[in-house]
């Protein structure tokens, strides 16, 4: 019913830049807090950056003042754009929604997208 499409991805030199897409399409109802979690190897997912739906933002100590969270509620789009990058931000990047389905509402629900591959490597 719902599917979370990222793009962006790449193989990126340190110090480049790199702009993450995530769009949501479905039967949504509303789209909450949207965000941006990341997953290296042998580590945990953790999250990177959300924005609500009145746009307050939250970042991962480590990549603030270097990632900057927005999102299109129109076309129920989030994006990351992720400058200054370093080694240590290669990852899977995942894009996550908590969505309200027209079917389902008023309750919302947790999804996420396939994930896409930041490495960061000279």
């Known amino acids: 019913q719902v599917r979370l499409v990222e793009s962006g991805g790449d193989l990126v030199q340190p110090g480049g830049s790199l702009r993450l897409s995530c769009a949501a399409s479905?039967?949504?109802?509303?789209?909450?807090?949207m965000g941006w979690y990341r997953q290296a190897p042998g580590k945990q997912r953790v999250l990177v950056a959300s924005?609500?739906?009145?746009?307050?933002?939250k970042y991962e100590d480590s990549v603030k003042g270097r990632f900057t969270v927005s999102r299109d509620n129109a076309n129920n789009a989030v994006y990351l754009q992720m400058n200054s990058l370093q080694f240590e931000d290669t990852a899977v990047y995942y894009c996550?929604?908590?969505?309200?389905?027209?079917?389902?509402?008023?309750?919302?629900?947790?999804?996420w997208g396939q994930g896409t591959q930041v490495t960061v490597s000279s």
């Open positions: 996550n929604a908590e969505i309200i389905l027209r079917s389902t509402w008023p309750r919302p629900n947790g999804y």
């Open positions: 479905g039967n949504i109802f509303r789209i909450n807090t």
């Open positions: 924005i609500t739906s009145g746009g307050s933002t």
